[in-house]
């Protein structure tokens, strides 16, 4: 298994761009988790999807951020238009059955907004 | 809402050396679990616990879910170079939805060689 895919790595962009990163889960996970970890606070999640319908977007910062998942093994979240304090890793979680059964993270996206 | 305090924040500890870590909670949490995440990745699950009382090994690692449930701890036995990194408790609590995983900020681990 590959396991949670990330892209791109590493994303340098400047203020006022659109930003989209993407994420390809465990193939068969029904959990799907959008987090950002920042020094100040952590790792704080964004939004989460089951079986590809959002459940708990309470954690999306502003409109500026919008996530989807048009299947299930896909899923985007979009920074529109993106501003220095955006700046952070951005990481996918997939899982099977939630959260007591544990998340497999991706890489994280280091997203620089200059 | 529900948060974790997570302590210490970081630690400098020499090669050989124990190391314990611990994480409470002001409310009631029902599973228990424990990443560590090396630099540039993201975090991997060490162990899960899901019992009060609950006493899990994982190699030189040990956990254990406190009896309040409102606490955990992880002990690292002769640490090496390699357990360099920063290790979260995660948590899920009573009430909370299925999906939802609260993390603590951190211990970050420095091993001297």
């Known amino acids: 298994d590959a396991g949670v895919i990330q892209s791109p790595r590493h994303e340098v962009t400047e203020m006022g761009q659109e930003v989209t990163l993407r994420c390809k889960p465990i193939s068969g996970h029904d959990y799907l988790f959008w987090y950002r970890q920042t020094m100040m606070r952590g790792l704080e999640l964004l939004i989460y999807f089951n079986n590809n319908v959002p459940i708990d977007d309470s954690g999306m910062p502003e409109d500026r951020f919008s996530a989807k998942m048009p299947n299930a093994s896909f899923s985007t979240l979009k920074i529109q238009p993106s501003e220095p304090r955006d700046s952070a890793v951005y990481f996918c979680?997939?899982?099977?059955?939630?959260?007591?059964?544990?998340?497999?993270f991706g890489s994280g996206t280091r997203l620089t907004v200059v | 809402g529900q948060q974790l305090n997570q302590s210490p924040q970081s630690m400098f500890i020499q090669e050989g050396e124990d190391v314990s870590m611990n994480c409470t909670s002001s409310?009631?949490?029902?599973?228990w679990l424990w990443y560590k995440q090396d630099p540039g990745e993201g975090p991997v699950l060490l162990i899960a616990l899901y019992k009060a009382g609950e006493l899990t090994s994982n190699g030189r690692l040990t956990a254990q879910f406190g009896i309040t449930r409102k606490d955990s701890f992880l002990n690292i036995s002769a640490s090496i170079p390699s357990d360099v990194g920063i290790y979260f408790c995660?948590?899920?609590?009573?009430?909370?939805?299925?999906?939802?995983?609260?993390f603590g900020k951190g211990t970050k681990l420095s091993v001297k060689p």
């Open positions: 979680a997939s899982s099977l059955g939630g959260a007591p059964t544990g998340y497999t």
């Open positions: 995660a948590g899920q609590g009573y009430g909370g939805s299925q999906g939802n995983l609260i």
């Open positions: 409310s009631i949490f029902n599973t």
